[in-house]
C-alpha cells in the first residue's frame, strides 16, 4: 500500500501531522491521473456551459446534430462521457485514504477530516450559484462526509460495498426508463384520443400534458431556444436566477439518487484501488499494460455499441434510460484504460514533458477547475461575451483547447515559485485552521 504517513507508528507528534502534505511526500502519479481527469471533465462540462442543457445527452436539442459535431458526442460518449468524472471519483477516493493515514491515531483526525469536507461544501455552493450549476464540489462533499467510516475497510469491503452502489444505479436507470416508456405511451394515446374528437379522462389528460412536456423539454422549438438563451446571456442577475433554477432542480433531489450513488460507488473503489496500489504509480509497467488493454478492451465496446443504439434511436430517452443499466460498468472499464495508459506514460522517460505538466495541473485541481468556470462563464454568459447558444457543438471545444493549453503551461511555472495553487492554499489554511506559507524557500 503506497500510502506515506507523515509520523511514525506510535508517535504522539500530532502537531507534526496535522499539516498539508509536503512537496516529498506527494505520489506524482497521482496527481497525474488528478490533472488527467479535471482536463477531460472540460470536455463534458464545455456542453453545458455553451448550449441548452438537453444539448448534453441529446445533440439532436441543441449544437447540432449531423456532420462532425454527432461525431464529436459519439467518440466523447465512448472515451470521455462520464469517464473521467469516475476517473476524478477515483482519484478522490485514492486521496482520501492518503490524508487519513497520515492522520492516523490523532484525536481530532474526524475533526480536520470534516472541516475540510465542510469547507468543500460551501465552496461548491457558492461555486454553483455563481459560476457552474453542473459543479461537482458540492456532490463530491456531500458523498465524502459518508467515506470516513469505510478508511479501515480492507479493498475487499470496499469493492463489494461499491459493486452494491453500482448495480443499484444500473436498476434505478432501467426503473426510471420503464417509467419513462409508460408516460410517453400513455401520453401519445391521450393525444390519437383528443385528435379523434374523444373526451379526455383526468388522468389522460395529465398523461398527455407529461407527455407535451417531455417533448418540449427534450426538443425546444426555435422560441424556447431563444428565451433560455436570452436568460444566460441576460445580466448577471438574469444568469443567477437562470443557474439557481437549475441548481436547485439538481439539488432537490434526495441523498441516495442514484447521482450521488454514481460517485460515492468511484470514491468507495478509489479506496480499494489505492489501498491495493494500483493508483499509486507503483506497479509494474506489464501491469499498468495489462490494466489499460484489459479496460479498453472491454468499456470501449461496450460503450460504442452503447452510444451507437442511441443515435440509432434518435436519443430516444427510453433507449438512453436502458442503456444507463451498464454504464457504470462501461464507465469504469474505460476509466481502468485511462488509468492504466497514463500510469505506463508516467514511467516512459521520454513522456515526462507531458506528465509532468498533467501532474501540475492535478496538483492544482481546485484553481484549475475554478478557473474553468471564470473563463466559460465570461465566454459564454452575460458576464462577459455571451456566446451561449452561438456556437456549433465543434465550436465550443476551442475554448477548451486554450484553457487545456493555458493550464499545461501555466501550472507547472506557477508550482516552481509556491507551493499550492490559491484555492489549494484557502482550502488547506480553513481545514487546519492555520495561514499557509505560499512561497517556495
Keep these: 500500500m503506497p500510502v506515506s504517513t507523515a509520523v511514525p507508528p506510535g508517535s504522539t507528534d500530532y502537531a507534526e501531522a496535522a499539516r498539508p502534505i509536503g512537496a516529498t511526500e506527494r505520489l506524482t502519479p497521482l496527481d497525474t491521473l488528478r490533472g488527467f481527469a479535471l482536463l477531460g471533465i472540460l470536455l463534458m462540462n ?3 456551459f455553451a448550449f441548452y442543457h438537453e444539448a448534453y445527452d441529446n445533440p439532436t436539442a441543441a449544437g447540432g446534430s449531423t456532420g462532425i459535431n454527432l461525431w464529436l458526442w459519439f467518440f466523447l460518449h465512448v ?14 477516493g485514492a486521496s482520501v485514504i492518503l490524508l487519513t493515514s497520515r492522520m492516523e491515531g490523532r484525536p481530532d483526525a474526524a475533526d480536520i477530516y470534516y472541516r475540510r469536507t465542510l469547507w468543500l461544501l460551501l465552496f461548491g455552493i457558492v ?3 455563481l459560476l457552474w450549476q453542473g459543479e461537482i464540489l458540492y456532490p463530491y462533499a456531500i458523498c465524502s462526509f459518508a467515506l470516513y467510516p469505510f478508511r479501515r475497510l480492507k479493498p475487499r469491503g470496499l469493492i463489494v460495498l461499491a459493486a452494491v ?5 444500473g436498476t434505478f436507470y432501467s426503473i426510471q426508463a420503464w417509467t419513462t416508456q409508460g408516460k410517453i405511451e400513455s401520453g401519445r394515446a391521450a393525444v390519437a384520443k383528443a385528435e379523434r374528437g374523444g373526451k379526455l379522462t383526468v388522468d389522460e389528460q395529465e398523461a398527455r400534458l407529461e407527455w407535451e412536456k417531455l417533448v418540449k423539454g427534450r426538443n425546444p422549438g426555435p422560441e424556447a431556444l431563444e428565451k433560455d438563451a436570452a436568460e444566460w446571456r441576460g445580466n448577471p442577475l438574469q444568469v443567477i436566477q437562470a443557474r439557481g433554477a437549475v441548481v436547485l432542480l439538481w439539488t432537490s433531489v434526495p441523498w441516495y439518487h442514484a447521482w450521488n450513488m454514481d460517485i460515492l460507488s468511484m470514491m468507495l473503489l478509489g479506496m480499494a484501488m489505492m489501498k491495493l496500489g ?3 504509480g507503483g506497479k509494474s509497467v506489464s501491469f499498468h499494460a495489462a490494466l489499460a488493454t484489459a479496460g479498453y478492451g472491454i468499456g ?19 433507449t438512453q434510460g436502458y442503456a444507463g443499466a451498464v454504464y457504470d460498468l462501461g464507465r469504469f472499464t474505460v476509466a481502468c484504460g485511462h488509468v492504466g495508459l497514463v500510469l505506463l506514460l508516467c514511467q516512459v522517460e521520454a ?10 495541473v492535478g496538483q492544482m485541481a481546485l484553481t484549475n477547475y475554478l478557473t474553468h468556470s471564470v473563463v466559460c462563464a465570461l465566454v459564454f454568459t452575460g458576464y462577459g461575451a455571451g456566446l451561449y447558444g452561438r456556437l456549433e457543438r465543434y465550436q465550443a471545444y476551442y475554448v477548451v483547447l486554450a484553457l487545456w493549453l493555458f493550464q499545461l503551461i501555466v501550472s507547472p511555472m506557477w508550482l516552481r515559485r509556491f507551493r499550492f495553487g490559491p484555492a489549494e492554499r484557502c482550502w488547506r489554511s480553513l481545514t487546519y485552521w492555520q495561514r499557509q506559507s505560499m512561497r517556495r524557500v
Design 46 to 48: 464545455i456542453v453545458g
Design 79 to 92: 472515451v470521455a462521457e462520464g469517464k473521467m468524472r469516475c476517473l476524478f471519483s477515483l482519484v478522490f
Design 127 to 129: 461555486h454553483s450559484f
Design 165 to 169: 452502489l453500482v448495480v443499484y444505479c
Design 278 to 280: 494500483v493508483l499509486g
Design 300 to 318: 470501449l465496446p461496450l460503450h460504442t455499441l452503447n452510444g451507437w443504439a442511441i443515435i440509432q434511436s434518435n436519443f430516444n430517452p427510453v
Design 351 to 360: 513522456f515526462r514533458w507531458l506528465t509532468d505538466r498533467l501532474a501540475a
